[in-house]
């Protein structure tokens, strides 16, 4: 995701979201059994909301977790699948009260989700590939912190600083995991 936006402009940024989804559009039609294309669909369904309103992210949000979903009815051990439905999740428990009345006012059933669900997909991925990337190991902390595990929050923001990634996305998570290990 880092290398769509990493230092270019919003127009830059926005034209590789769309290729993304052309081409991950394209490969789910070819390869409608491809669990990875099927989750990157997802994943540039949720990059391409990003910039847009409240409504226009929330209802991208619901796309792309089908085909979250589809993923893992099409390989439950996938870690993509598995990462892009614990951050779905994860984000979808970050809505306050006012998202969630906005999306009530647009939508028949606004997004629900729990920590613990997350937490389910995050530990699946990190199974698959425990040393992929800091920001699957950053979020097991966070969903231990937010259930009230701060023993296990710790022990996974530990993993999370043993990184060396210097992408932004690494730094804010580490940023994040030194504040768990100061709790």
């Not at 769509?4 to 052309?22: D, P, T, Y």
């Amino acid at each position: 995701q880092l290398a769509i936006s990493a230092g270019v402009s919003k127009a830059e940024k926005q034209k590789r979201i769309q290729e993304g989804l052309e081409i991950t559009k394209f490969g789910k039609e070819k390869f409608p059994m491809d669990c990875e294309i099927v989750a990157w669909n997802g994943v540039f369904m949720i990059l391409e909301g990003e910039d847009e309103g409240p409504n226009e992210r929330i209802k991208k949000a619901i796309e792309a977790k089908a085909m979250f979903d589809e993923a893992y009815k099409l390989d439950s051990g996938n870690f993509t699948a598995n990462q892009s439905l614990g951050k779905w999740c994860f984000e979808m428990c970050c809505i306050n009260k006012l998202g969630r009345k906005f999306a009530k006012a647009f939508l028949t059933a606004p997004p629900e989700s729990s920590y613990e669900e997350a937490l389910k997909y995050f530990l699946v991925a990190y199974q698959v590939h425990p040393d992929y990337f800091a920001e699957n190991c950053g979020h097991i902390a966070l969903c231990y912190k937010k259930i009230g595990d701060m023993p296990k929050a710790k022990q996974f923001a530990q993993e999370a600083l043993k990184f060396s990634d210097t992408d932004e996305a690494t730094l804010q998570i580490q940023e994040k995991m030194r504040k768990i290990m100061k709790d």
